[in-house]
Each structure stands twice: as C-alpha cells, then as structure tokens.
C-alpha cells in the first residue's frame, strides 16, 4: 500500500468520525445545548450522511432531517437547531468529498466557502436570534447552486433527461426551491414576532449566557466585540456595571427607568441601591408579556424591596418625588427616548443624571433626539462610545 493510499485512508477516518465530532461538539456549545447531544449527533448523522453523499443532495437533506429527529426527541431541543447544525455537517461532507475525489481546485474552494459561510451564518443566528432553520435553508440554496456549477468545473457526467438538462443541474435546482421555499416559510412566520418575544422564548429556551457584542463598529466604536452582552435588547454588560456604580456613588433616593425588558438593568440599579441602603428604582414595562417576564425575575431575585415595577407606557407616569436619576432604555425605533426626557426633566434634581442608551451613530434616532435637546439648552450631553452608545447628560435649568 503507498504512502498515498495510507493518507486517503486516514483522513477519510477523518472525516467520517473526527472532523464531523469537532464541528458538532462547537456548534452545539455555541448553541448553549446540552453536552450529551454532540457525541449523539455526531454519531447519527454525519454516519448516515457519510453513507449517502455520493447520492442526491436531496436524499442527504431527507436522511439528516430523519435522523435529526434522534437527538432532537432524545434532549428535548428544538427540531430546527438540530437540522442546523446538521447542515453545517452535510456541507463539511460536500467540502471533504470533493477533495477526496481530487475534484478540480475552483468547486473545493466553492464548497470550503460554502462551509465557512454557513458557520458563520450559525454563529450570526445564535448571536442575532436569528431563526432556527435559516442555516439548513441557506445550505440547501448554496448546494443547489454548487450542484448546478460542478459541470463548468469537471463536466457532464450524466446524460440529459430531457431538453438538455442533466441529472447534477436538476438536483441543484430542486435543491435552490427547495431551500428558497423553506425560508419563504420561516423567515416572515419570525419577522411578524416582536423581537422582545424571541428573545424570551430564547431565554426559556436555552437560558442566558454571556456572548460578544452583536452590533456593528462605529467610528467611535471600532472593535465592539470588546464588550459583552446577555442579548441583543440588555444593556452591554459593561453598562450594567456602570449603571451600577453610578448609583453607588451618586446615592440616588430615587431613580426612573423606561424599558424593563428583562429586567437586567433593573437588578443592576436595584443591587446599587441595596448597597447603598437606602431608595428606589421605578422601572416602567409597556408590553404585558415582557413585563410579567420581568416581575418573575425581579420576584426570585430578593430585590423586590428596591423596585416599583409598573405595566405602563412611560410618558403615562407621573412621579411626585424628585428624580436623581433617569434610565432611559426603551423603544428604540421611535423617538420616545427624546420625549421621555422632555416628560421627566421637571422632575429631575439639578444634580441628578440623564443616562440614555442606544445613542451610537449607528442609531441615528436616539442619537439625534438627545444632540437636539442639547442644542435646545435643555441638557448638556457626553457621548459615551460604547458599542450602542450611552449619554451622560444633565439638565441645564436649576444648575448652579
């Protein structure tokens, strides 16, 4: 047996058992699923994709949706999350196949792209709640088109079923409808959820964990995968630990906030004002089902004594006592976080502090609502470069 022989065998080991272990065993960790389900999965279906992917890339798609119903019944995860990683797998198989074969250098550098992008796509789904099932869609597009170019890289090798039309350039396009269908299907049944709800039902899901940031650089934010963040609508992590010092070491009687959502930033005012033992943060929630979200946590936290959690718009609350502080974290789309401020600013203390979030040059609405107030004399505003972006203001009436 020649040195040759020997080096196909052992990677063909593998790939059929190794690689295919490595890349489930990270996507699942990524993921937040249970540790069991990687050697599960590993085993299941790049096994039985491995057997198969000589055939149609259809039959593939059809023996990993069977055999992702393993794993997925065994753990409890979700049907779709499996089928995702299972396609990250399906296209390592495509990559490898076509190296073991020595296929023309251009298609395994197309089927190594394909593979690179549907990880990334993995990581972007978990990062951005992104829906599940977008990585198996996207995989099938992709292997569909790969499929339809493999005769320009080796040529024919089936003969035409009709008008010309051969075996690899049918399957490739039944792979592309295939996959455009599935996410015609699931993409707008995601879009038409609010993003506070996928949230939730992610967190029930998987439970929280900490992540890299998921917004884009800004020039005053170039590298904001330097902070970390709990989701996509919390604060940064960062800014939770200087919303919690802030009260620490302003010692606020009272502090308003808008937008509870999940309570994250709640707690981290609440834990201030525990340490300083004395005061209360009102945090207001408009949306029912994220705010009875929020009361179950804020209720198993034992901060409930620092906390008024009202169900209610923010512009509907009217508070008597003097306001030291203003967190002002809720819709982002609108200009509500500009006329929160204008509600409350009779309110707060001459000494007190604005903070609003989500005022980066890449959300231009916040942003501009507070470099307006400033123009207007109201507040006097810093921009704090964080990833989303965080003003530190205070109002200009009564300042001495």
């Known amino acids: 047996m020649s040195i040759h022989e020997i080096w196909r065998i052992v990677f063909a080991a593998a790939v059929v058992v190794i690689c295919p272990y490595l890349l489930v065993r990270a996507d699942t960790r990524r993921r937040h699923l249970r540790d069991a389900i990687p050697l599960t999965v590993a085993l299941v279906i790049p096994a039985l994709g491995g057997m198969t992917f000589s055939l149609f890339s259809t039959f593939i798609v059809l023996v990993m949706a069977a055999a992702a119903l393993v794993p997925s019944r065994l753990f409890h995860i979700p049907y779709l999350a499996t089928l995702d990683i299972a396609a990250v797998v399906a296209a390592f198989f495509t990559f490898a196949q076509l190296l073991l074969r020595s296929a023309d250098p251009g298609e395994s550098i197309a089927a190594l792209i394909m593979l690179c992008w549907l990880w990334e796509e993995g990581r972007r789904s978990v990062q951005w709640q992104r829906p599940r099932g977008i990585v198996l869609g996207e995989y099938l597009v992709l292997r569909g088109f790969l499929t339809c170019l493999e005769p320009h890289f080796v040529g024919e090798r089936t003969f035409p079923l009709f008008w010309g039309i051969s075996a690899e350039r049918l399957q490739g396009v039944l792979s592309i409808l295939c996959g455009g269908i599935f996410l015609a299907i699931i993409v707008p049944r995601y879009l038409r959820t609010r993003e506070e709800h996928r949230i939730i039902a992610d967190v029930n899901a998987k439970g929280e964990s900490l992540q890299p940031e998921y917004t884009p650089a800004t020039p005053e934010c170039p590298h904001p995968e330097r902070w970390k963040m709990y989701d996509s609508m919390s604060a940064e992590v960062e800014v939770l630990d200087f919303l919690r010092q802030t009260v ?22 609440a834990e201030g004002l525990k340490q300083n033992g004395f005061g209360r943060v009102i945090t207001v929630e408009f949306d029912p089902k994220v705010f009875a979200k929020a009361k179950e946590r804020i209720e198993a ?55 609003i979030h989500d005022a980066s040059s890449y959300q231009k609405v916040v942003r501009e609502g507070a470099l307006r107030l400033e123009a207007e004399g109201l507040i006097s505003a810093v921009l704090i470069p964080t990833p989303r972006g965080l003003v530190v203001a205070q109002k200009r009436t009564g300042r001495r």
Do not use: C, Y
């Not at 620490?248 to 005012?269: C, D, H, Q, Y």
């Not at 936290?301 to 718009?313: E, F, H, K, M, V």
């Open 248 to 269: 620490i070491t302003l010692k606020p009687n009272l502090v308003v906030e808008t937008g509870t959502f999940m309570g994250v930033s709640t707690l981290a005012i």
């Open 301 to 355: 936290s034992g901060l409930g004594p620092w906390i008024d959690a009202r169900n209610q718009s923010s512009l509907d609350l009217q508070v008597e006592d003097t306001i030291d502080l203003l967190f002002s974290d809720s819709d982002i789309d609108t200009d509500l976080r500009e006329r929160e401020v204008r509600h409350f600013l009779p309110r707060i203390s001459p000494t007190g502090l604005i903070l």
